[in-house]
């Protein structure tokens, strides 16, 4: 394989459709996300994405098997708008290898005649809020104004978009697509289910679609408790907490 590939599994006509992007990233909030939403709405898998530019691995599976490390789409019918689901193993590991999967991603979805993307990353904060606040970015002022009246935060976030969830709604302005990041505030460096949650209650506002909290709650509990005795072992250590605007700049994914 000398190219990123998509391999069609199954070929749609969605009705005005968005596409979501969850890739890994700070917190895996992406990631968690996406295949939560892929899950619980019963997604069903359209394509799946291969690329030189992802890690020279493959995974092994419990049957003794094993495959490649890939990106998958899944795809589901909405009341008003169709939803496709962009989710996966890793993200590129090079600037080249970015840019080339994000221009094939874009070039299958402008087939399927998607002219909205929302990609969804983590901003780290360096520290455990009670309550996460989502920061975002737009390319058009008309999607920022409808992310505002679900109270997500535009102008507060600082530093840099790193990976798919900055490149691709950078990228589909050019195309004359619209696209928003939309970043849960995590600690940054565990996996943050609490964030991920406060996404999906957003997204089933704007995309006006029901789905089940229960799973994604009883994960939240256990992944408090486990924050919470992190965050305690730091205080005991005298370890300063990361604070925006003091030192490093801070990435975001």
């Known amino acids: 394989m000398r190219e ?3 391999i069609i599994k199954e070929k749609i006509k969605p009705k005005n459709p968005v596409l979501i992007v969850g ?7 992406g990631q968690v996300v996406a295949r939560y939403l892929a899950e619980e709405l019963k997604g069903k ?3 799946d994405l291969y690329s030189p530019h992802f890690p020279h691995q493959v995974f092994m599976t419990k049957k003794g098997g094993m495959r490649l490390i890939k990106n998958k789409f899944y795809y589901m019918t909405g009341k008003k708008r169709d939803i496709v689901i962009l989710s996966g193993d890793v993200q590129a590991i090079s600037s080249v290898g970015q840019y080339e999967v994000s221009g094939v991603i874009l070039d299958y979805i ?4 998607i002219r909205e993307i929302i990609t969804v990353g983590g901003y780290s904060t360096g520290k455990i809020n ?3 606040r989502i920061f975002g970015v737009a390319t058009s002022l008309e999607l920022k104004k409808d992310f505002e009246k679900l109270d997500v935060l535009f102008g507060s976030a600082r530093g ?3 990976g798919a969830a900055g490149l691709l709604p950078a990228l589909c302005k050019l195309r004359g697509l619209r696209g928003v990041c939309l970043m849960g505030e995590t600690h940054g460096g565990y996996v943050d289910i609490i964030s991920a949650k406060s996404i999906v209650v957003l997204l ?3 995309l006006n679609f029901k789905i089940d909290f229960t799973k994604l709650d009883k994960k939240a509990k256990e992944s408090e408790k486990i924050l919470r005795k992190v965050e305690e072992e730091i205080e005991k250590s005298t370890i300063m907490p990361y604070k925006p605007g003091e030192g490093s700049p801070s990435y975001i994914r």
Do not use: F, N
Request: avoid cysteine; glycine fraction near 8%; aromatic fraction near 4%.
């Open 204 to 206: 089933s506002k704007y």
């Open 23 to 29: 890739l890994p990233g700070i917190g895996l909030i």
């Open 160 to 162: 840099s978009i790193v």
């Open 130 to 132: 009670d309550k996460r």
């Open 4 to 6: 990123t590939a998509i």
């Open 45 to 47: 898998r359209i394509a």
């Open 110 to 113: 402008e087939k399927l005649h």
